[in-house]
């Protein structure tokens, strides 16, 4: 059973398309997060939602749009895509936003951008 | 300058050997700390969390915490091949703060 799960696992695409990922959780968690992870293993957090709302927006360009449209599910749609945009998404689980919940990654998606 | 530190490595051991793995952080806000490790390819699992300053064990992983110079460090024990992963520590106020990520290998 996959706690979190994410599609695609792999996206390849031209600059300049639009593409989406998405993400569910079936642990019954109330928080979910996207991070992004660089060519140099650097992870950071991009977005959380708490029940469907928007909590942490970190500086991130606005062609990265977020969607919550229920508790498990949290997909990422990014308009434009650009070189620099190449990296592994992963989306996140915790139970909810208390520091101590654990978060739990899903197996990410390794998007390259040509 | 990144609010957590953390030498990417990589480091390379024997089987059986001590791994050592070290953060410093900046930001004194930081209360809860946390290891995170990464096989190649998969998502980042939680591995060990603490809150207080001092160490705890589990197993042959010791995490340790030293508030006042604003530094953590995990000790990995009789090191095993499977052992070998990208650890990242992980430090958490209202959102979590990554290390860098050091991969180790443990040579067979």
């Known amino acids: 059973d996959t706690a979190v799960s994410q599609t695609p696992k792999y996206l390849v695409t031209q600059m300049g398309n639009d593409k989406s990922i998405k993400c569910e959780q079936n642990l019954g968690h109330d928080t979910m997060y996207w991070y992004k992870q660089d060519s140099k293993k650097f992870l950071k957090i991009m977005f959380s939602y708490n029940n469907k709302e928007l909590i942490i927006n970190e500086t991130v360009p606005n062609r990265f749009s977020p969607k919550s449209p229920d508790k498990a599910h949290l997909n990422l749609h990014i308009n434009s895509l650009e070189l620099g945009d190449s990296a592994v998404y992963f989306c996140?689980?915790?139970?909810?936003?208390?520091?101590?919940?654990?978060?739990?990654f899903g197996p990410g998606t390794r998007l390259t951008v040509l | 300058q990144k609010e957590v530190e953390q030498d990417p490595g990589p480091l390379s051991v024997p089987e059986g050997a001590i791994v050592s793995l070290n953060c410093t952080y900046s930001n004194s806000a930081f209360q809860y700390f946390m290891w995170y490790r990464q096989y190649s390819r998969k998502g980042p699992e939680l591995l060990m969390y603490t809150y207080s300053s001092g160490n705890k064990e589990d197993g042959r992983f010791t995490a340790q915490v030293d508030k006042s110079s604003k530094y953590i460090s995990l000790f990995i024990r009789d090191s095993q091949p499977s052992d070998s992963a990208t650890y990242l520590c992980a430090l958490n106020d209202y959102k979590l703060s990554f290390g860098a990520g050091t991969t180790v290998t443990v040579r067979a």
């Open positions: 996140a689980s915790s139970p909810g936003l208390d520091p101590t919940d654990t978060q739990y």
